[in-house]
Nanobody
Framework: VQLQASGGGLVQAGGSLRLSCTAS????????LGWFRQVPGKEREIVAA????????YYVETVKGRFTISIDDSKNAIYLQMNNLQPEDTAVYYC?????????????????????WGQGTQVTVSS
């Protein structure tokens, strides 16, 4: 499985960005996908996750009400709509996909349970 992320950029505080991640390859075993972010010198953190069916979603507390994760299974794609961006959202954002994960692994493993990772896309929010 290969993941291709796009949509990062530079935006002023209060602005919006939409990240996209397209999966290709043998994706039939993937049961969940997520967005993670990392700032230099800090640990990677999960931002949001979604089940393959789209029935279950998870958001880290700091983005609840501002970010929305969605999936278009027909396009093998997930999206992260980010509204009201703040300088503390500045990071490299990564999409990831996993196979056979439990929900606790999907949201609680800090990404270690995920099998596949896309290249990062930089999001920079100026104050």
């Amino acid at each position: 499985v290969q993941l291709q992320a796009s949509g990062g950029g530079l935006v002023q505080a209060g602005g919006s960005l939409r990240l996209s991640c397209t999966a290709s390859g043998d994706t039939w075993r993937v049961n969940a996908l997520g967005w993670f972010r990392q700032v230099p010198g800090k640990e990677r953190e999960i931002v949001a996750a979604i089940s393959r069916s789209g029935d279950h979603t998870y958001y880290v507390e700091t983005v609840k009400g501002r970010f929305t994760i969605s999936i278009d299974d027909s396009k093998n794609a997930i999206y992260l709509q980010m509204n009201n961006l703040q300088p503390e959202d500045t990071a490299v954002y990564y999409c990831a996909a996993g196979e056979g994960m439990s929900w606790s692994e999907i949201v609680g493993s800090a990404g270690t349970a995920y099998n596949y990772w896309g290249q990062g896309t930089q999001v920079t929010v100026s104050s």
